[in-house]
């Protein structure tokens, strides 16, 4: 086999990696206009690479930015949010994903990242990497026709039409506020750029509305529409952040308000977003798709463990990470804290279980009944539920 050269890529070097990730994706080439726009959006020395040593080639690239993921009980800890993950299509399934992912994963720990976090375009990938689905999403589409707002719907604030410009910063100084639910990230700089590319490519004009109450901007949302027929326009919720019932309950008043819409469609939202409760008539929403949505892979176990809260007893877990060995052992988990143990373990499962369970999306005992996970003791499985459970399902929001 050809040997392979991984290395942080320069800045100068970040062009062809995203060409060559573009073209994974079977995406056009990047114009010289637009590459100004995809360069904002791109963090220095967070571009891995894999290089050809014979050729020089690049044949295989991942990046990452740097965030920060809300846990159970509003802790945060820093995550690398993975994305532009691709190998060149002659030289798939030799191994140049498995170089990457393990020279990332390495990296994150050298640099003290607790968590890493992806979407994944297939979900056979990125298990034998430790990432494990952590969060759920839905999408749905409202019949705006059918939908009215019930007169007990909150109501306070306004909603004002922005200009782009003008909105992005206020956004950005409002969103930390607003990252309430476990599997919440933090979004730089540079995710907001991209934001504004995604909002320019798109075909229909795209309108950006902010929701402000007594303590200013608390939601804001991006739209785009297509009106194929002059009586038929589609309202697409590109974003929607609500810091409050106020907030969700005034953009959803202005959005189900704007004329000539008959319907609106949202993608990514939470699964249990309660857009049916705002209306008169529940079954003018229906839900067409739920997917996997954030992936996460804790990179320093004991710290992710100890940055969350629990209830209950405390469970003996024995984890198994065979990429990041350091993380293997048993740890003591309870609501008391989190510390390294010689205890028999109660339940022993892989690192990416272990992330499945980390924000709440399964409960460990769905994991033991599949053989995901294995109890060594009676009604620890039920034991553990009580540990990991959260008031709400965790949801991410933040595409990358
Ligand atoms: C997905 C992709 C990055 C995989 O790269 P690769 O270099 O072929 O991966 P590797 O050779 O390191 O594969 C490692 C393992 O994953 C498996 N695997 C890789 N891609 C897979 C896929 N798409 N579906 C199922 N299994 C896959 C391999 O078979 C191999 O399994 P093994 O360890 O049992 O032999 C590459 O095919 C690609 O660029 N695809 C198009 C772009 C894309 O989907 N990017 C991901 C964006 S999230």
Sequence with gaps: MTDHDVRTLADDELRASQELFRATLHAKPITDDEWPQVRAGLQSARSLGVHEVDSGALIGTARSFDSALTLPGGGEVPLGAVTSVGVRADRT???????????QLREFADRGVVAAGLHASESAIYGRFGYGVATWARAYTVDVRRARMRQDAPVGGRVDIE???????????????????????????????????????????????????????????VYSVDRPRPDSATLNLLELQAGGPEAFAGLWRYLLSVDLIHEVTANGRPVDEPVELL?????AVSTTAQFDDLWLRLVDVPAALAARTYTGEDVVLEVTDPVLPGNSGRYRVGPDGVARTDEPARLQLSVDALAMLHLGAWRPSQLVDTGRVRATTAGVAERADRLFTTPAPPWCGTFF
């Excluded at 399934?93 to 020279?103: C, I, N, P, S």
């Excluded at 969103?175 to 750029?193: C, H, K």
């Excluded at 209306?279 to 079954?283: G, H, N, P, V």
């Design 163 to 221: 200009d782009f410009d003008r909105a992005f910063d206020q956004w950005a100084a409002a969103y930390p506020a607003m990252t309430t639910r476990p599997g919440m990230l933090a979004r730089p700089a540079e995710w907001w750029s991209q934001l504004r590319r995604t909002a320019e490519k798109q075909d229909g004009p795209v309108t950006a509305v902010t929701h402000r109450g007594t303590g200013g901007v608390d939601g804001f949302a």
């Design 279 to 283: 209306l008169t008539d529940a079954r």
């Design 93 to 103: 399934r030799r191994g140049v994903l498995t170089e990457l992912m393990h020279a």
